[in-house]
């Protein structure tokens, strides 16, 4: 049978189409392909940028916008010729082995290291000899992906600890008011809208080192005077040898919070006329200078009469006697006459 030229046109067409179809099939994969390897370097990155952002990274924002940037150029490749592709491959290869001889290592930011790490796995081993990184750190850059997408925020279990202003209020409270128990302070608290139970009241005191209301509340003779040391006297006799072997008494009033001497005078025959005396020539001199005191210790000596008292007592000044036998109780005067015995004794 011959063969016509309508044949000819006919088996002409047929092939022309096949080889259509395949190319349109051939493209058609690329395009598959492509949007396979961005839509996986996309969730990746994503992820990533998700976990970094709720770990608080500096760089999230970035991972979240460079992913849309991939895809477009990726989309791009498509319309391209194969042979604008090839030739633009090569003269990235010679620019990037350029790049290798000049400079050192390159630093890779995070995206760069999540885009490269994600399209390693779509690419078959043989070629990895393209990235300018070893296999090697292609593998723990996806192992670090792969841990951050699965990795959660770590949380210590219990409950979260107390803030700190409202442990120093706590503390505040505590020490202001020292009848107060836990169950009134959490009460206190309570009614400034701060939800704290008793029990974590106790932990932050016991933490702290303040003890309970019923101890909280002693004060013992030392804290005592250490509180009221600026407005606190303290006088006592000590004597002095002559070298006529005759005695002197020397009275002396000495402030707490200065350890300074404020009036001293001696004489041979201390009598209550002659100690009321001096009592108002300190208090005149006070008076000249302005300086007011509330509290004056002294020893249950004789010598101080109700008539010492009483001058201190007509200023607004509160006298305390010491218990019997009780030097540690003016323990200011008594180490005063300690340094003046010790200092004589060196001269």
């Not at 189409?17 to 058609?28: C, F, L, N, S």
């Not at 010679?94 to 890779?108: D, K, N, Q, T, V």
């Amino acid at each position: 049978m011959a063969v016509t030229a309508w044949d000819e046109v006919r088996r002409t067409y047929q092939s022309f189409t096949r080889a259509r179809e395949y190319q349109k099939w051939v493209e058609g994969r690329k395009f598959r392909l492509l949007l396979q390897v961005g839509r996986d370097c996309t969730l990746a990155v994503i992820s990533l940028g998700l976990r970094c952002r709720a770990g608080g990274h500096a760089w999230s924002g970035r991972l979240s916008i460079s992913p849309s940037r991939k895809v477009l150029a990726l989309i791009v490749l498509i319309g391209r010729s194969d042979r604008s592709k090839e030739l633009e491959i090569l003269v990235l290869r010679h620019e990037l082995a350029l790049l290798r001889r000049r400079s050192g290592r390159p630093g890779f930011e995070p995206a760069d290291r999540a885009l490269l790490a994600a399209l390693s796995r779509a690419l078959p081993r043989r070629v990895w000899a393209a990235f300018s990184v070893r296999p090697e750190t292609l593998l723990r850059w996806h192992r670090q992906l792969v841990a951050r997408r699965w990795t959660y925020p770590h949380r210590k279990p219990g409950r979260p600890p107390l803030a700190r202003p409202r442990r120093e209020l706590i503390l505040q409270l505590a020490r202001e008011n020292p009848h107060w128990g836990y169950q009134r302070i959490a009460g206190e608290l309570k009614r400034l809208g701060l939800a704290v139970s008793p029990t974590t009241v106790r932990k932050v005191l016991s933490f702290a080192g303040v003890p309970p209301a019923p101890e909280r509340a002693r004060q013992s003779w030392r804290s005592f005077l250490r509180q009221q040391a600026a407005s606190t006297l303290a006088c006592d006799f000590f004597t002095v040898e002559t070298l006529a072997l005759q005695r002197i008494y020397v009275l002396f009033f000495i402030s707490l919070a200065t350890r300074r001497l404020e009036f001293i005078a001696c004489t041979p025959n201390p009598d209550g006329a002659w100690v009321t005396q001096q009592a108002r020539n300190l208090v005149m001199q006070l008076g000249e200078q302005e300086r007011r005191f509330e509290l004056l210790i002294h020893d249950r000596d004789t010598k101080f009469s109700r008539t010492f008292d009483e001058v201190f007592r007509s200023e607004g000044i509160e006298v305390i006697r010491t218990p019997v036998r009780a030097p540690n109780a003016n323990a200011f005067a008594e180490r005063w006459v300690r340094t003046a015995a010790a200092t004589a004794s060196i001269a």
